[in-house]
């Protein structure tokens, strides 16, 4: 490990043991694969509200994947409608259901569990429309696999922290916050940064003043007006 990797991951730590004092350990709903990757892709370009409601009415309809496979295209691109982008995200969804059916013989894949990270992430990003944020979003919260996905709260506020050169897209982000991540924590990191993001720091406005990670942060550093200890934010 190279000098700068090393302190990376310090400051990484400091950072994860920061989160988990401002906002707890989060938990998640473990699902199967298929109805996570399914997810994922209605998450694409959307918020969480829009894709939930997608994805309840796509079950309504289509109370099993094998129905969705198999449904009209229409019908699938009318019921994930409130997502946004139905007529790309629908087709993908059959696309990807019938790729995994064509390759596994039935609608599972459970299979990644037994395989090498890299294997599994390789086998899901040759699915037309699963990227490394989708991939890495199904290996880590449905097989527990040393994956770190970094939508754009995690990438605005890695770059702003400094854990990641300014320059670097969120595609390659993903290698490194799986470098810097402290090991098993990658599920609790990934998601106290996303609220982080969401609550304290924004693309716009970011409130400085009441950020846990102040002192750590360029960005922080240079408001006027900031400065002293950092106050940790609520956990409500």
């Known amino acids: ?9 310090s400051k990484a730590a400091q950072i994860h043991e920061r989160l ?4 707890g350990t989060p938990c998640w709903t473990k699902i199967d694969g298929v109805s996570e990757l399914v997810s994922t892709i209605l998450s694409q370009n959307t918020n ?3 894709r939930d409601l997608a994805y309840v009415r796509l079950r309504a ?13 229409e019908s699938v691109v009318d019921a994930i409608r409130p997502a946004g982008l139905s007529n ?3 087709p993908r969804i059959q696309a990807a259901l019938r790729r995994i059916t064509h390759e596994r013989g039935e609608l599972n894949i459970d299979f990644l569990a037994a395989l090498p990270v890299e294997d599994a992430r390789r086998w899901l990003l040759n699915i037309h429309g699963v990227g490394p944020k989708t991939a890495a979003i199904v290996l880590l ?3 527990d696999m040393p994956a770190f996905p970094v939508d754009t709260h995690v990438h605005r506020v890695t770059g702003r922290l400094g854990l990641r050169p300014e320059s670097m897209n969120a595609n390659d982000a993903h290698t490194l916050m799986e470098k810097l991540s402290p090991p098993g924590a990658e599920g609790p990191f990934h ?13 716009r406005a970011p409130a400085c003043e009441r950020c846990v990670l102040r002192d750590l ?3 922080g550093a240079g408001v006027s007006g900031v400065g002293g200890k950092p106050q940790f934010v609520s956990r409500g």
Do not use: S
Not at 20 to 23: G, P, R
Not at 61 to 73: H, I, L, Y
Not at 191 to 203: D, K, T, Y
């Open 1 to 9: 490990m190279t000098e700068e990797l090393a302190i990376l991951r």
């Open 20 to 23: 988990i004092e401002a906002y």
């Open 48 to 50: 969480d509200g829009n």
């Open 61 to 73: 309809r289509f109370p099993t994947w094998e129905q969705v496979r198999d449904a009209d295209a």
């Open 88 to 90: 790309q995200k629908g």
């Open 141 to 143: 919260f449905c097989y």
């Open 191 to 203: 998601l106290n940064m996303i609220r982080h993001g969401r609550e304290v720091c924004p693309a």
């Open 217 to 219: 942060c360029a960005h």
